[in-house]
């Protein structure tokens, strides 16, 4: 099993270093077939309309500032204050912004914010001597997906990635807690559901 998530995160680089070599960016494709990434030439396109960081743009796999932000994560569900990882959880302006539906902002206060708060707080009771927890590793799910545009989900492509797993240890003993789902968002993983 960690075999194969080292194979995956290994694929994943050498996509993105073939990606580099040939002034590519590896970007979402809305018409693409098999719903897999697709290279399309760097520049003026593959900014995002704000000039920002392409939106659709497949993010690294893990890198130092997305374990920070889980180091976060853990440092929330211990202290039983989900505030210390607002940094880690889908961005309200990116969900306004992506999300199909009648009301952007109450969706993602009751579907994303609202259910991260309580899904620390269960993880927190439901882990004994999570108090004394230190950060071990964090993996990337193995099947980072695309999403395609759908009506009354996201409106623009975006990646998704199910099953990550921060692994900390208490006592000595190692613990994980599974990250149920995440996705991407100008260059950086998100939680959209913890649990």
Known sequence: MFRRGILAILAACALLSIAAC????????????????RVRDSGADAASADGGIDDLALPPPVNEELLARMRHLLEAVAQNNPDLAGDVVFPRDGYIA????????????????????????????????????????????????????????????????????????????????????????RGAWYITRLR
């Open 22 to 37: 040939t002034d590519k960016s590896v970007t979402a494709a809305a018409d693409a077939g098999d719903g897999g990434p």
């Open 98 to 185: 992506s999300r199909d539906t009648v009301d952007p902002q109450k969706a993602w206060e009751r579907r994303v914010s609202g259910l991260f708060k309580r899904h620390v707080e269960r993880t927190h009771k439901r882990t004994k001597g999570i108090e004394t927890a230190k950060f071990s590793a964090f993996e990337l799910g193995r099947s980072i997906q695309q999403l395609p545009p759908k009506k009354h989900d996201f409106k623009r492509p975006l990646w998704r990635v199910k099953h990550s797993k921060l692994s900390f240890t208490i006592d000595g003993k190692l613990h994980h807690v599974d990250i149920a789902e995440m996705t991407a968002w």
